[in-house]
């Protein structure tokens, strides 16, 4: 198994390219495990099988990337995606994630997310979510990932709909 | 000499050199050096670029290390001097207004205020020891002495509050540590707007932060620029900061390759209908978001016809571009394209711009012409 944190953050285009590229190859020229650390969507997108989305310490979406990439329910996930300023994606369109990301030594009661979180209710100040399996092998922490769903559009999810 | 027309800031053939000598040389005899071909070649950063930056006009430079994004950058805002050519601001040339020339019209400290620069590592360009309101009250002492310390505590505070640092009376007395990393950018911007300057120069402001941070900071640039009518050259090797900054500020895009703006244009032109064959492998190589689109390219071998990595030590003949172009043909050995199309339109340094150049009828210089695969 060989651990990458975030092996191609600060090289070029180019050579970014080539080394995912090789890393491929070794993957499957020596059958080996991989994980990824990364805060690069587009290359976790391109490069991973499954994807663990984290925020406060805590796995708050874990499932195969294209499920979670194309149909993730968490609030953060959602916004993580929209945030992404994709070549593809409408300018307009790319939106920052509202609040400041937690404080390590005063992580938020309840659900971690909940003070950045547009669909928060008074059950997610008082509550921890649970990772919470859905259908298939995705599993999500939040009390509500159906309105998330609905209420949060992403590039993929605009994508989808047209 | 200058006139009201005169853009903002216009570099005219401007070219940076390096002298790059082995610490040897400094203590033995210049003749021996010589003898034994030890002086070497001065590495050519920037090869002979022109580029105008008009009022309230933002260019994003692309590009890769050793492209000669931040030294031209640098150059545009005076704090590197060209080996040859001229960076004129408002049409003095300023390193004539330096040499004390034109000092009826215009003085040197003048066109520094005028020329800010923010830097990419924030903690570098901010004192550790030293308070957020003694650092951003020196620039105001510097260049508005007649100011009193409660107007410039007014200042910094509505500079503070405009770009959200609140409660900006509290920020006032923090330090640097006891900042984040999007907050500490956010003072260095701070620090680089409070002269009012015409043209900041950015670099890789963003490249540092986190991803969701990096739209918020580059919103923030974009807010300012309108707010106070900036003129913006950014630099990025990031094509979709890039895109993001130049498509909502409605500027242009330059993208360079070892020394020279290859091609230039609004990000609409650059960025959906690359024209240069290199603009076009950096477009091919930014990995879309859909994971269906990313996993096929993520596999696709590069278009790159060479492994070396381009060298500016070492320009290659001709076009710089062709050792490594998919489409090199054999005049692209030979001669240096320059930038064809419309001065202010999307131009590129390509024969392939040109229908009736040889190019069109010559052989090309690999085994075969590979694709560059764009979707």
Redesign the interface.
Known sequence: MLILDEPTASL???????I??LL?QIKDDYDLTLILIS?????V???TDRLGVMYAFEFVEVGE??DV??NGAHPYTR???Q???????D?DD????EG??PDPVNIPTGCPYHPRCPIRKDRCEMETPDLVEEEGDNAVACFYPDEARRALST??SR?DSQ | MSDADAPLLELENVTVEYEERPLIEDVIPDSIVDRLGMGEEPVRAVDDVSLEIGEEDVVVLIG??GSGKTSLGRTAVGLQEPTSGSVRYRGYDIEAVEAGEHVQEIQYDEVRRSLQIIHQDADAALNPYRTIRSQLAEPLKLWYPEMDMNDRTERLLSMLRTTGVEPAEEYLERYPHEL?G?EKQRIAIIRAMLVEPDLILADEVVSAL???????VM?LLLDLQEMFGTSFLFVS?????A??IA??ADGRIAVMYLGRIVEIGTPEEV?NDPKHPYTQ???W????????E??E??????P?MTDE?PDPRNTPSGCRFHPACPKARDPCRSEDPELFGEADGHRSACFRERDDHEYWTAQTIHEREAEIPLD
């Open positions: 070029d285009l180019l050579m970014q390219r080539s995912l590229r491929m805060h690069d969507l587009p290359i997108s391109g490069f990337t294209e990439l194309r916004a993580l995606l945030s992404t300023p994709d070549l593809d994606a300018v790319i939106k920052t994630i400041s990301s590039p993929l994508e | 890769e290390s984040s999007g986190d991803v969701s941070l990096r739209i918020d919103d090797h990031d094509l979709t900061n895109r993001y498509d909502k960025i492998i950096l477009r190589a930014s990995l879309p978001l859909d994971p269906t990313a996993r390219t993520i596999r696709e071998p590069s790159v990595a």
